[in-house]
């Protein structure tokens, strides 16, 4: 029996190129399907971009109260800007390292409307924000997926936001109140 176990060809240690290849393969499958699941979707970055937007329209309210300065704010196709005066009274972006830096949306998100007083916001415009408020009540609908989230601010820079939609879809429940300032 031992010369029976002598006598078949002795296998090298180590993988095949095949076996090498074949697990290779199956990572780059497995870590293709974890990027695709971990990125959010649409709805989830519109809901992201609008609780933002909300967020800096607040803090810019409150910083023109505290310095004096105005701050204004312009919806741009795919994101928003904010902007300060410079020594010549001329409107300037907030350099990229400032929170006011312009923002660009990610994925199908959008602005579908903004309105001042009820009256759209004409293309290019800006929105000023001085020490004592805006000239009118803001409402900014933002986009993505199958959600609508609309961002409401009052002259005196109390911002509010809420899903636009009664009833979760699919799910019969009623859609949570986001608002940052119920009222």
Do not use: C
Not at 7 to 17: E, H, K, N, V, Y
Not at 20 to 49: Q, R, Y
Not at 96 to 107: E, L, M, N
Request: aromatic content about 8%; hydrophobic content about 45%.
């Amino acid at each position: 029996m031992r010369r029976a176990l002598r006598a078949l060809p002795a296998r090298d240690s180590g993988f095949t190129l095949i076996e090498v290849m074949l697990v290779v393969v199956i990572i780059a499958v497995l870590s293709s399907m974890l990027v695709i699941v971990a990125l959010p979707g649409d709805a989830a970055l519109a809901d992201k971009e609008a609780r933002r937007l909300a967020a800096l329209l607040e803090l810019a309210f409150a910083e023109t109260r505290a310095s004096g300065q105005s701050v204004a704010w312009s919806p741009e196709r795919a994101g928003y800007s904010f902007w300060q005066r410079n020594e010549d009274g001329e409107w300037n972006r907030f350099p990229d390292t400032s929170v006011y830096r312009r923002r660009t949306f990610g994925g199908q998100t959008e602005f579908r409307a903004v309105l001042i007083d009820a009256r759209e916001l004409p293309q290019g415009d800006r929105v000023t924000i001085s020490p004592y408020g805006t000239r009118g009540l803001i409402e900014a609908t933002i986009a993505g997926g199958n959600a609508q989230f609309i961002l409401r601010g009052d002259v005196l820079g109390r911002i509010s936001l809420q899903r636009n939609a009664d009833v979760k879809a699919g799910t019969g429940r009623p859609v949570p109140d986001l608002r940052l300032h119920p009222g």
